[in-house]
């Protein structure tokens, strides 16, 4: 195949619409008659529900009013548990709880209405932190209020502290994280008896809205319609939540008879939707008297919330990478996601593998401290080579040199140079400078057997013009997958860019190609969609239409007389494993992932002595991602992962008062603006991963993963202060600095 178009920063082929306005985004769009819905939530986080009462003066039978009690199927947000009700019936498990739901054209009185509804819980004792869940002094969920836990054993730890000369031990914690995705959540839905439902919304994965109406509803797969409308950004927010969301407007629609419009506004959707699961981790480690890693203990923990969500997935990639990317032949992992009575935690950018891989790289830096080790030579000898062994059983094959990239990452930063200045200067300066390193990977694709569970599916077709439709259900959200499809479809059949089409996801007419979640599109969908395109020119050579080779005029004349003999022409591809991926979900061991992506990447930051805060200078960024599809795409997808956790190290803090969110706004929950924003300098090293046609791995996560504990690291080094949590807010820094 020849590469013309895979490599290159080709522009992306939604701008003009986005640029010009002309993009439809779900408030954009209204429908003949439509309503507007709203939500009535709980004020109480934990509790019976005694009453529901609608106060006088308000003309109720103007609206559509749904209980739990109108719900025509099971009230049940089908996900990986059943635990979580699409409306609440009889009880209450956290603050923001939808119990009510209402529909009316009239805006203004439909406000009014939701503050006319009164809801009399009698509270139950409630909790709100992982330490109170993880003790079982109350319990709120099954009998432990354990929603999931894992465990993971490589050789024999116990017996291997007898051969450790250093034994260190630490605890790590990192809070809550909101999405602040630019679009709020919303959706459209008609529904009825006879027609079924049809959703449109702001969405990431459609058939997981599918999946969750089928039996909200009680109705056959053919009758439930899921589409994407354009979508201002996602990072995890729109994964698992708009099932709710669309459940809601579809049961308002249901028994209205009409359209129903449900779009929260910044308040609702920050105090209500899923946010990335709080962890506190505890990690013993044993060194040898080389600075050589023999026993690695992990106990990690996270806050799943109310209810289940997603908790034992983002819990099972938190694990697998609780290790970091260091070989050690003693290791003991346990794991749990405990539920407490603060809103469902949900999928976030870097699913788990953020929280655990704070803990082991803060943990690195802090032993070789005690070492009296450099930080880069303590990693660089425990660094992962090919043909080492993860804790899972897995056999690194990826052909990856992290000795080489932690080099690069040195060199590009003038790491040595600049350390050596800064502890001149910190001696007589006021402003505190420092540089950290931290080393991560992150697996790209679904955890273990979830890709061939999946089994996902992709089809393409041409028109008799000679056009090439790629049909998938992997979403674009910003991240640029419509112009990564395009560029792999005109290199696998030989077309321009302008010659594809990649057609808008609805679960009507694309097949399910899994949703758009875990660095897996351009790996894992792209290389269908190649499958596809280059099957389709097989078919065609088949035929005796299209010479060898041939050219885009070849093309369509081909697919001009396919169509005038055979009618339409439509390929699907479905996944396959490469060869050796086996996981047993059973004892957790085996192939986690097929590939995985790598990083070392290194901040520098000051310290202010007088306001105390932590700015960070400058950004050393490098990565191992298989082959770049698109350069200025994936530096974009860095460069925005690196801001966002650099929000998550210094600035966000969810503030919860009895489990429900008082910051909920954008003027008091800080994220980093312009101005916080240092030199990002990004560098990729290719290893073309050798099952997949454009040779991609995952990169949208890579970057959640390893930026809080480079920046921590190198506040360390700015002020000789070991800092274990995140944010880092600058009274914390006030309260260690003067203590």
């Known amino acids: 195949m020849q590469r013309r178009f895979v490599g290159q920063s080709v522009r992306r082929v939604e701008a003009e619409a986005k640029v010009t306005g002309a993009a439809q985004y779900i408030d954009d769009l209204t429908f003949p008659e439509m309503l507007f819905g709203v939500t009535v939530r709980s004020a109480v986080a934990r509790g019976t529900i005694r009453a529901i009462e609608f106060a006088d003066g308000i003309p109720w039978a103007e609206l559509t009013i749904v209980t739990a009690k109108q719900i025509p199927g099971k009230n049940r947000v089908a996900l990986i548990a059943d635990d979580q009700p699409m409306l609440a019936d009889g009880s209450v498990n956290h603050a923001e709880e939808p119990v009510v739901l209402l529909a009316h054209h009239d805006r203004a009185l439909l406000e009014a209405a939701r503050r006319a509804v009164h809801i009399t819980i009698d509270p139950l004792p409630a909790m709100f932190d992982l330490d109170t869940a993880d003790a079982q002094q109350t319990i709120v969920w099954g009998t432990d209020n354990i929603l999931k836990s894992y465990r993971m054993d490589a050789g024999d730890i116990d017996a291997a502290w007898a051969t450790a000369a250093h034994v260190i031990e630490g605890e790590y914690r990192t809070g809550a994280q909101e999405h602040m995705y630019i679009e709020p959540q919303g959706v459209i839905a008609i529904a009825d008896p006879n027609s079924g439902v049809t959703v449109w919304g702001s969405l990431q994965c459609p058939y997981y809205v599918h999946a ?29 939540y708009p099932s709710l969301l669309a459940g809601h407007a579809a049961l308002l629609a249901w028994h209205a008879g ?34 050589k890693l023999v026993a690695l203990d992990i106990d990690f923990v996270l806050d799943g919330g109310a209810y289940t969500t997603l908790s034992p997935v983002v819990l099972s990639r938190g ?9 050690c032949p003693n290791v003991r992992i346990r794991s749990r996601a405990v539920a407490t009575n603060s809103v469902p935690y949900g999928a976030f950018r870097g699913f788990g593998a953020p929280q655990s891989l704070f803990a082991i790289e803060r943990h690195m830096d802090r032993a070789a401290h005690q070492l009296r080790m450099a930080p880069e030579e303590l990693r660089r000898r425990n660094l992962l080579r090919d043909g ?23 060199q590009l930063s003038h790491y040595h140079e600049r350390r050596a200045q800064y502890r001149t200067a910190n001696a007589t300066e006021p402003l505190q400078r420092g540089l950290g390193i931290a080393a991560v990977m992150h697996g790209a694709g679904f955890t273990g057997s979830g890709e061939q569970y999946l089994a996902s599916k992709v089809a393409v077709e041409t028109t008799a013009e000679g056009r ?11 991240q640029g997958k419509n112009t990564v499809f395009t560029q792999i479809a005109a290199d696998a059949a030989g077309l321009e860019l302008c010659d594809i089409d990649v057609v808008t996801p609805d679960t009507q007419v694309v097949p399910n190609s899994g949703p758009t979640v875990a660095s897996r599109t351009t790996m894992i969908v792209g290389d269908l969609v190649a499958r596809g395109c280059t099957g389709i020119c097989d078919v065609l050579r088949q035929s005796d239409l ?24 439509r390929l699907t591809t479905q996944y396959e494993p490469p060869p050796g991926v086996i996981w047993d979900d059973a004892t957790y061991r085996g192939q986690a992932y097929a590939t995985y992506a790598w990083a070392v990447y290194i901040a520098e930051v000051s310290v202010d002595p007088i306001s105390y805060e932590v700015r960070v200078t400058d950004f050393t960024a490098v990565q191992e991602i298989g082959r770049v599809v698109n350069p200025t795409l994936a530096a974009g997808q860095i460069e925005g992962g690196v801001v966002q956790a650099i929000g998550y190290a210094l600035y966000e803090q969810v503030q919860l008062r009895e489990g429900r969110m008082v910051n909920d706004q954008f003027a008091n929950y800080i994220i980093p603006t312009a101005l916080d924003v240092p030199p990002i300098r990004v560098h990729f090293e290719e290893v073309p991963y050798a099952h997949g046609q454009s040779g991609a791995k995952g990169i949208g996560e890579l970057p959640m993963d390893a930026v809080a504990p480079a920046i921590l690291n190198a506040v360390e080094d700015a002020t000789g202060v070991s800092f274990t949590s995140i944010p880092l807010l600058p009274e914390e820094v006030l309260c260690r600095l003067t203590a």
């Open 319 to 327: 694990t697998l990478h609780a290790t970091g990317p260091y070989r």
């Open 468 to 478: 090439l439709r790629v049909l998938a259900a992997s979403t674009e959200m910003g």
């Open 388 to 410: 080492d062994t993860l804790a899972c059983g897995q056999t690194v094959r990826d052909g990856v040199d992290l000795g080489a990239l932690l080099d690069r990452a040195l």
């Open 546 to 569: 299209l010479p060898t080779p041939h050219t885009p005029a070849d093309f369509r004349r081909a697919c001009a007389a396919y169509h005038a003999r055979h009618g339409a022409l």
């Open 212 to 240: 969750a109406l089928l039996p909200l509803f009680g109705l056959p797969a053919d009758k439930v319609r899921v589409v994407q409308t354009e979508t201002g950004g996602g990072f995890g927010g729109k994964e698992e």
């Open 258 to 291: 009409k359209p129903v419009k449900m779009m929260y506004d910044r308040r609702e959707d920050m105090a209500a939707t899923t946010k990335r699961h709080p962890s506190r981790t505890r990690i013993k480690t044993g060194f040898d008297r080389g600075g």
